[in-house]
């Protein structure tokens, strides 16, 4: 592959060379669904408990339906189209550029 900036052949893969000690070539990661997990199991706590609690049982399961709802569209909407991205990305070794050919 050839560097869109220098021309040069000295490039490789991102995913080639993948050096965590650069943030920017850190593949995509997806949203973790732990914490609207634990929440929506600790609302459900709540509603079972009955009494007062139900109001902060029934806000715990919406705020955490919410984020669940969220962190799961981003997985399945955008996360596909950033690993692509990403692993379409190479690395120049002559002059640092990345650039994006699939
Ligand atoms: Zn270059």
């Known amino acids: ?15 080639d060379s993948f050096d965590a000690a650069l943030p920017t ?10 914490w609207p997990g634990i929440g929506i199991f600790i609302s ?3 509603l079972a408990n ?7 049982g029934v806000l715990t399961l919406m ?3 919410f984020l669940g709802y969220k ?8 996360w596909p189209g950033l690993y692509m991205r990403w ?3 190479w690395k120049c070794n002559e002059c640092g550029v ?3 050919r699939p």
Do not use: D, W
């Open 1 to 15: 592959m050839e560097c869109s900036k220098c021309g040069s052949n000295n490039t490789q893969r991102l995913q």
């Open 25 to 34: 070539e850190v593949p995509p990661t997806k949203r973790s669904l732990k």
């Open 44 to 46: 459900l706590l709540l």
């Open 50 to 56: 009955g009494g007062e609690t139900i109001v902060f």
């Open 63 to 65: 705020s955490s339906g």
């Open 71 to 78: 962190a799961y569209q981003f997985n399945s909407k955008f």
């Open 87 to 89: 692993q379409a990305s």
């Open 98 to 100: 990345i650039f994006h």
